[in-house]
């Protein structure tokens, strides 16, 4: 099983409010991902990161801003929650391996806008 | 259109029934051909890998890549109520970039 973690796995929160989800692995994967997953669509990627300092938007336009001051560690906030934000958000993180991509995904965070 | 097609079923077949998952691509730039599969309210865990065309077999799973028509399959032998779960197909380039089809979300009843 890989070793990345979400925090936390369901979150109900008012609009208005600011959030953070946390993201943690312990393989010291330099490459960090962000995805966003609703019921019967395709994972979009919304924020990537190749390292520490390094963060770039994906392909999603996301209201959502990402860090990347550790190498371990890559939280996504979002300043003002809105029901719109309501979707499932996962984190995932790879190395390359002689031209291998693996990305491992965790729990995801489940996040309901009221 | 998107790059990549995938039924999202569901899929409903009975224990030790052969099950084929299927995608479609337009890109074919694409190298690398990943299976995942993801449990209810899981993160997706990498199942199969493959690069270019070609089969890969493992345990009960078969990968196969047809490049030339642009279309993938995971056949998973002997189905199990285990294997119960959303299958997700992933390709991508000479790049790191995934992308991803919606899912099949298959169901093996006992």
């Known amino acids: 099983e890989a070793d990345i973690y979400q925090t936390p796995r369901y979150l109900v929160i008012g609009t208005g409010k600011k959030i953070t989800l946390e993201c943690s692995q312990t393989m010291g994967h330099d490459k960090m991902y962000w995805y966003q997953q609703d019921p019967g669509m395709e994972l979009h990627l919304i924020h990537y990161?190749?390292?520490?300092?390094?963060?770039e938007k994906g392909d999603l336009s996301s209201e959502s801003t990402v860090s990347r001051i550790r190498t371990e560690h890559f939280p996504l906030t979002l300043e003002s929650a809105r029901p719109s934000h309501t979707s499932q958000y996962l984190c995932a993180s790879s190395e390359p391996d002689r031209g291998r991509t693996e990305a491992f995904f965790g729990q995801g965070t489940r996040l309901t806008v009221v | 259109q998107k790059e990549v097609e995938q039924d999202p079923g569901p899929l409903s077949v009975p224990e030790g029934a052969i099950v084929s998952l299927n995608c479609t691509y337009s890109n074919s730039a694409f190298q690398y051909f990943m299976w995942y599969r993801q449990y209810s309210r899981k993160g997706p865990e990498l199942l199969m890998y493959t690069y270019s065309s070609g089969n890969k077999e493992d345990g009960r799973f078969t990968a196969q890549v047809d490049k030339s028509s642009k279309y993938i399959s995971l056949f998973i032998r002997d189905s199990q109520p285990s294997d119960s779960a959303t299958y997700l197909c992933?390709?991508?380039?000479?790049?790191?970039?995934?992308?991803f089809g919606t899912g099949t979300r298959l169901q093996v009843f006992p």
């Open positions: 992933a390709m991508r380039e000479n790049t790191d970039k995934l992308i």
């Open positions: 990161s190749y390292g520490v300092n390094s963060t």
